[in-house]
């Protein structure tokens, strides 16, 4: 689905990634699940482009469901992954603290693992080899890339500002729907690992000019990044 020029999400509200586009090549965001390698397929052969013109896959943080095709694209297809190094073990072996899932509702809580098996997410992929890297870095893949490290949701978890896009991708920093309890707007996202923290990290973004703020839960979100912090503290 087409959000505004050069970019794309796969997947839906409940669990989401992105796309890229530019003349250069194509920059996927995050990895969804397994399953959206379909809704990939979908939205190259709607681009006119095939999986040959993706440079590089950048990831948010390394819980499993953001790293869903990764390996299949980078062990069938050559493509890079990129992930923080405080999330490079999470993302190669799954490795990762117990967290209390937080307030639940039975009915949002059943769709979001209905959906997630649907996506065959208990037959994810651990990705073999990454590329480590760190807050600050410019990425040399189309739209250039900007890392913000937000760590909270995980060690690892970052921000990906892609200026061309006028968008900030932000993976669990936080959710516009939680998916156990179905309350939309923005919002801490569930299964983090350091609460305080992820709430704290929500003002690295502050100063990034963008119209779009973008997580892996929860409807696409126009705002500027400037508002985000006090819109999710008072949600």
Request: aromatic residues 6%.
């Given at each position: 689905?087409?959000?505004?020029?050069?970019?794309?999400?796969?997947?839906?509200?409940?669990?989401?990634?992105?796309?890229?586009?530019?003349?250069?090549?194509?920059?996927?965001?995050?990895?969804?699940?397994?399953?959206?390698?379909?809704?990939?397929?979908?939205?190259?052969?709607?681009?006119?482009?095939?999986?040959?013109?993706?440079?590089?896959?950048?990831?948010?943080?390394?819980?499993?469901?953001?790293?869903?095709?990764?390996?299949?694209?980078?062990?069938?297809?050559?493509?890079?992954?990129?992930?923080?190094?405080?999330?490079?073990?999470?993302?190669?072996?799954?490795?990762?603290?117990?967290?209390?899932?937080?307030?639940?509702?039975?009915?949002?809580?059943?769709?979001?693992?209905?959906?997630?098996?649907?996506?065959?997410?208990?037959?994810?992929?651990?990705?073999?080899?990454?590329?480590?890297?760190?807050d600050g870095d410019v990425l040399d893949l189309p739209g250039n890339p900007v890392i913000v490290g937000?760590?909270?949701?995980?060690?690892?978890?970052?921000?990906?500002?892609?200026?061309?896009?006028?968008?900030?991708?932000?993976?669990?920093?936080?959710?516009?729907?939680?998916?156990?309890?179905?309350?939309?707007g923005p919002q801490p996202a569930p299964f983090t690992d350091d609460p305080a923290e992820a709430l704290?990290?929500?003002?690295?973004?502050?100063?990034?000019?963008?119209?779009?703020?973008?997580?892996?839960?929860?409807?696409?979100?126009?705002?500027?990044?400037?508002?985000?912090?006090k819109a999710v503290r008072n949600g």
């Open positions: 689905m087409q959000i505004a020029p050069h970019l794309h999400r796969l997947g839906n509200d409940l669990v989401a990634c992105y796309l890229v586009d530019t003349p250069e090549g194509i920059t996927l965001i995050d990895a969804g699940l397994p399953g959206h390698w379909r809704d990939l397929q979908r939205e190259l052969r709607f681009l006119g482009k095939s999986v040959d013109d993706i440079r590089g896959l950048v990831l948010t943080h390394g819980d499993s469901d953001h790293i869903g095709f990764a390996e299949r694209l980078r062990s069938a297809h050559g493509v890079p992954v990129f992930v923080h190094a405080a999330d490079a073990v999470r993302t190669r072996t799954g490795d990762k603290p117990k967290v209390a899932f937080g307030p639940m509702r039975l009915g949002p809580t059943l769709g979001f693992f209905g959906y997630s098996i649907r996506k065959d997410g208990l037959r994810t992929r651990y990705v073999g080899e990454v590329t480590e890297i760190g937000m760590p909270g949701h995980s060690p690892g978890s970052v921000a990906v500002h892609v200026p061309l896009a006028d968008a900030v991708f932000v993976g669990d920093a936080l959710t516009t729907r939680h998916v156990l309890t179905g309350r939309e704290s990290s929500l003002d690295r973004i502050a100063g990034l000019p963008a119209s779009w703020v973008l997580p892996g839960h929860g409807a696409p979100w126009r705002t500027s990044p400037s508002q985000v912090s």
